[in-house]
């Protein structure tokens, strides 16, 4: 019976069917879905801690209003991410735990201090402009609730990426101490942006499975060179460079080549040896236990109530 259901289920996969919560899955699919949409999730929400340091600093009253505008979109989108993976039967505070006891990852790109203003540019025209790049695709994943959730999560994302060009191309075009700034923080965010992605497809080892089961619908080089293609001219239009000494146009494969990332540098920030991993996850306990006096008056409110309705 079970192979029969595996088989009516990849024939759905295949036919690029959406599965729905109360479907039959395999429990590899549960499990790998989990993984993926709650680690996605607890970057969106670290992701606002970079960001969220330069709220009081802003230099003008638009920016702020803009930044501060991002900074809950990304709750909003760690939020819609958490529900799609409840779905799937396991609870927000299971999830949570799993990364404050360090089980559970959430993007490299979030262990990298940001120094100046420069920075916040730089992360919504890099860090938000890969996160496009790898969610749209996602639009189409199998599972139904998490393609659903990143069309909402695509549309704010190109609002982002939009706003941090927009403020880097202000930068590049300001006093040539302004124009430093961008540069340096180009320099810093470029290659952490590439390994946004993901190892090179041939040490990914979630990849295979993932691509057959319709969950990633591109390879993370496929992504990863989609993005310089799209990014190396927008630089060049702003009139900045990227450090690359490797990057030239490939006339017979239509794409940039470009550089190697330093993989082991990304090995050790997804093992969590980032420049202010520390940081992150003191700050992310620091909220969860400073938090509990709420969480704990909504359950006696709620218990309240449902004493006082069945009365
Ligand atoms: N940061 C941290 N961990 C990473 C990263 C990264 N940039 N890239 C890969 N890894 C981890 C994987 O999670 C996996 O570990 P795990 O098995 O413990 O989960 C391991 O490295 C091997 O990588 P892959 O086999 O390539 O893993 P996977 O198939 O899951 O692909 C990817 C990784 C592309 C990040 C995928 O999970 C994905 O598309 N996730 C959704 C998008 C997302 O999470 N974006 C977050 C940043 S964008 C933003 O929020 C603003």
Request: glycine share 6%; proline share 5%; net charge negative.
């Amino acid at each position: 019976e079970d192979a029969d259901r595996l088989a009516a289920f990849e024939a759905r996969v295949a036919a690029d069917e959406f599965i729905e919560p109360k479907d039959w899955m395999p429990e590899a699919y549960r499990k790998t879905l989990v993984r993926q949409i709650s680690q996605h999730a607890h970057s969106e929400i670290v992701g606002m801690l970079p960001e969220g340091n330069w709220i009081s600093r802003a230099p003008t009253l638009r920016r702020k209003a803009i930044l501060l505008a991002k900074v809950q979109d990304e709750a909003g989108h760690g939020l819609y991410l958490y529900c799609a993976a409840e779905t799937l039967g396991t609870s927000r505070d299971e999830m949570t735990q799993a990364l404050l006891e360090g089980r559970a990852k959430y993007s490299t790109i979030f262990n990298y201090p940001t120094l100046t203003w420069a920075d916040i540019a730089a992360i919504g025209w890099l860090v938000d402009g890969a996160a496009i790049m790898n969610q749209v695709p996602l639009q189409r994943a199998s599972y139904g609730p998490y393609a659903r959730a990143m069309v909402k999560v695509c549309k704010e994302e190109s609002f982002h990426q939009r706003q941090g060009y927009e403020a880097m191309m202000a930068l590049a075009a300001g006093t040539p101490e302004q124009k430093a700034m961008a540069q340096d923080a180009l320099d810093r965010w470029w290659w952490p942006s590439l390994m946004m992605f993901g190892p090179p497809d041939d040490q990914s080892p979630n990849s295979e499975q993932s691509m057959r089961w319709r969950i990633k619908r591109e390879s993370n080089d496929a992504l990863r060179q989609k993005f310089v293609d799209m990014t190396v001219p927008q630089a060049e239009l702003i009139g900045l460079s990227l450090s690359d000494a490797d990057l030239k146009w490939n006339k017979e494969k239509g794409g940039y080549d470009f550089g190697t990332p330093d993989w082991d540098e990304f090995f050790a920030v997804v093992r969590g040896e980032g420049p202010v991993a520390r940081e992150r996850m003191k700050a992310r306990r620091d909220a969860w236990e400073s938090g509990a006096w709420v969480r704990a008056a909504a359950m006696a409110h709620a218990d309240k109530r449902a004493a006082r309705f069945a009365a």
